[in-house]
């Protein structure tokens, strides 16, 4: 494949997986203002998941469940990850999620980057993070006048949580698992620790919660979030690298405020328009700076 190719590719699966992560934090919000427990989400999302790839589960690598990589990656992506992202949107709105999810990973996948593998970023990309960040500053200045303690418990579970998929971000990228096997192994390896737990101890709401809400979090977290975006993402690491993969994502807190326009009823703000600008702009200078 040509560079150039491998751009186009590359940037198709990054804009892919920015539309699902905008839905990511709009539907998980959803759910964490209904009667489901954060528990139940994670358990609908397994539960759906492992149901679709169940016909691929005899063509997995015969070493697979022995990697101890592999287990790695499927604790900071999905068993660490997804229970503090859940109960952080039970707290805190769907806009923070994607600030604190999407618009920290530049930042995040940076310092993890050069912590794991010395990679520090140049003066160019230095130039691109300051952009990004001047950005979601701006996009982020209507929510701060909301501020609580709640919203502040959610914020810190949400970063944690992102914490967890910068470490899986730069890792993924390093050892070069095919996307397929890896979303496999992620999606059965969660599904064989998490599941029992689930249904022995975790408190459980499911049978109160409306059908709708339960389809909807099952065919959205299951399907999108786990298969679609999972294989969209790991597709753009391989091509783009993580940093360039990142500095994109980060217009999804943008698409968020965006999108409130048509769906809330919200106005398009100045701060908004200018974390539009500065973001749009610093994830194109950012992305100038080659793989990572």
Not at 116 to 140: D, E, F, H, K, Y
Not at 160 to 184: D, E, H, M, Q
Not at 249 to 277: C, F, N, Q, R
């Amino acid at each position: 494949m040509t560079e150039k190719k491998q751009l186009v590719w590359g940037y198709l699966a990054a804009f892919a997986t920015l539309l699902m992560w905008a839905g990511f934090s709009l539907i998980s919000r959803l759910g964490g203002k209904s009667v489901l427990t954060p528990y139940d989400i994670f358990a609908l999302r397994l539960i759906t998941a492992s149901i679709i790839l169940l016909p691929f589960l005899r063509s997995m690598p015969a070493r697979a469940w022995a990697d101890r990589r592999l287990w790695l990656l499927t604790f900071l992506c999905s068993l660490i990850y997804c229970p503090l992202a859940y109960t952080g949107f039970k707290f805190a709105p769907a806009a923070h999620g994607a600030i604190l999810l999407s618009g920290m990973q530049p930042f995040l996948i940076s310092a993890v980057a050069w912590l794991l593998v010395g990679t520090r970023p140049n003066r160019v990309r230095s130039i691109g993070l300051g952009l990004i960040g001047t950005g979601i500053i701006c996009a982020a200045m209507p929510y701060l006048a909301e501020w609580s303690p709640d919203y502040a418990f959610g914020d810190l579970l949400i970063l944690l949580s992102s914490i967890c998929w910068a470490f899986y971000g730069v890792l993924a990228a390093r050892w070069k698992y095919s996307p397929w096997t890896l979303t496999r192994a992620i999606a059965f390896g969660s599904s064989i620790v998490y599941l029992p737990i689930y249904w022995l101890w975790l408190p459980k709401e499911m049978s109160t919660a409306p059908l709708s809400m339960i389809i909807i979090q099952g065919a959205f977290q299951g399907i999108s979030a786990t298969i679609l975006a999972m294989l969209t993402y790991l597709k753009s690491l391989e091509l783009l690298g993580p940093e360039r993969t990142a500095s994109f994502l980060a217009l999804v807190p943008v698409v968020i405020g965006v999108l409130a326009v048509p769906l809330l009823d919200e106005s398009l703000t100045p701060w908004l328009v200018s974390g539009i600008v500065f973001v749009s702009l610093g994830s194109y200078v950012a992305s100038k700076t080659g793989r990572a």
